[in-house]
Protein backbone atom coordinates (compact mmCIF):
# COMPACT_ATOMS: atom_id res chain seq x y z
CA UNK A 1 0.00 0.00 0.00
CA UNK A 2 3.06 2.37 0.69
CA UNK A 3 4.37 1.77 -3.02
CA UNK A 4 1.50 3.22 -4.36
CA UNK A 5 1.35 6.76 -2.51
CA UNK A 6 2.52 9.13 -5.12
CA UNK A 7 5.07 11.89 -3.43
CA UNK A 8 5.90 14.00 -6.65
CA UNK A 9 5.21 17.63 -6.45
CA UNK A 10 2.20 18.34 -8.53
CA UNK A 11 2.49 20.13 -11.67
CA UNK A 12 1.73 23.98 -11.86
CA UNK A 13 1.54 25.80 -15.07
CA UNK A 14 3.20 28.60 -16.06
CA UNK A 15 1.26 31.42 -15.60
CA UNK A 16 0.00 33.76 -18.31
CA UNK A 17 0.03 37.22 -19.03
CA UNK A 18 -2.89 38.30 -17.52
CA UNK A 19 -1.68 36.32 -14.17
CA UNK A 20 1.30 38.01 -14.34
CA UNK A 21 -0.28 42.10 -15.33
CA UNK A 22 -2.53 41.17 -11.56
CA UNK A 23 0.17 40.13 -9.66
CA UNK A 24 2.50 43.30 -10.70
CA UNK A 25 -0.51 45.38 -10.69
CA UNK A 26 -1.05 44.40 -7.04
CA UNK A 27 1.94 44.73 -6.05
CA UNK A 28 2.19 48.28 -7.43
CA UNK A 29 -0.61 49.02 -5.69
CA UNK A 30 0.27 47.63 -2.21
CA UNK A 31 3.39 49.63 -2.68
CA UNK A 32 1.84 53.17 -3.88
CA UNK A 33 -0.68 52.73 -0.69
CA UNK A 34 1.88 51.93 1.39
CA UNK A 35 3.80 55.42 0.35
CA UNK A 36 0.63 57.73 0.87
CA UNK A 37 0.10 55.83 4.03
CA UNK A 38 3.57 57.29 5.04
CA UNK A 39 3.14 60.10 3.87
CA UNK A 40 -0.13 60.81 6.19
CA UNK A 41 1.79 59.37 9.33
CA UNK A 42 5.16 61.08 9.01
CA UNK A 43 5.72 64.89 9.19
CA UNK A 44 6.89 66.87 6.19
CA UNK A 45 9.50 69.26 6.80
CA UNK A 46 8.85 72.66 5.62
CA UNK A 47 11.30 75.57 3.70
CA UNK A 48 12.98 78.14 5.58
CA UNK A 49 11.72 80.24 2.78
CA UNK A 50 8.01 80.03 4.54
CA UNK A 51 8.90 79.73 7.47
CA UNK A 52 10.18 83.31 7.39
CA UNK A 53 7.16 84.68 5.52
CA UNK A 54 4.76 83.64 8.30
CA UNK A 55 6.81 85.76 10.59
CA UNK A 56 6.60 88.94 8.80
CA UNK A 57 3.58 91.43 9.99
CA UNK A 58 0.41 91.37 7.74
CA UNK A 59 -1.25 94.58 6.37
CA UNK A 60 -5.07 95.07 7.69
CA UNK A 61 -6.18 94.46 4.27
CA UNK A 62 -4.93 90.83 4.39
CA UNK A 63 -6.13 89.85 8.15
CA UNK A 64 -9.56 91.35 7.92
CA UNK A 65 -11.94 89.04 6.57
CA UNK A 66 -15.64 89.70 5.26
CA UNK A 67 -18.40 88.98 7.60
CA UNK A 68 -20.49 86.33 6.81
CA UNK A 69 -23.57 86.67 6.69
CA UNK A 70 -26.87 84.06 7.07
CA UNK A 71 -28.29 82.89 3.99
CA UNK A 72 -31.12 84.45 3.25
CA UNK A 73 -34.25 82.77 2.69
CA UNK A 74 -35.99 83.81 -1.05
CA UNK A 75 -39.69 82.91 -0.67
CA UNK A 76 -41.42 83.71 -3.92
CA UNK A 77 -45.02 83.72 -4.04
CA UNK A 78 -46.80 81.16 -5.25
CA UNK A 79 -48.42 81.41 -8.94
CA UNK A 80 -51.64 81.19 -9.22
CA UNK A 81 -53.03 79.41 -11.92
CA UNK A 82 -56.76 79.30 -12.63
CA UNK A 83 -58.11 76.02 -13.28
CA UNK A 84 -59.10 74.90 -16.47
CA UNK A 85 -62.65 73.20 -16.67
Known amino acids: MAAELDFSPPEIPEPTFMENVLRYGLFFGAIFQLICVLAIILPVSKS ?8 EPKNSETVKKP ?10 PKRETKKKR
Not at 48 to 55: A, E, I, N, V
Request: charged share 35%; glycine share 0%.
Open 48 to 55: HKTDSDSF
Open 67 to 76: KATAPQISKK
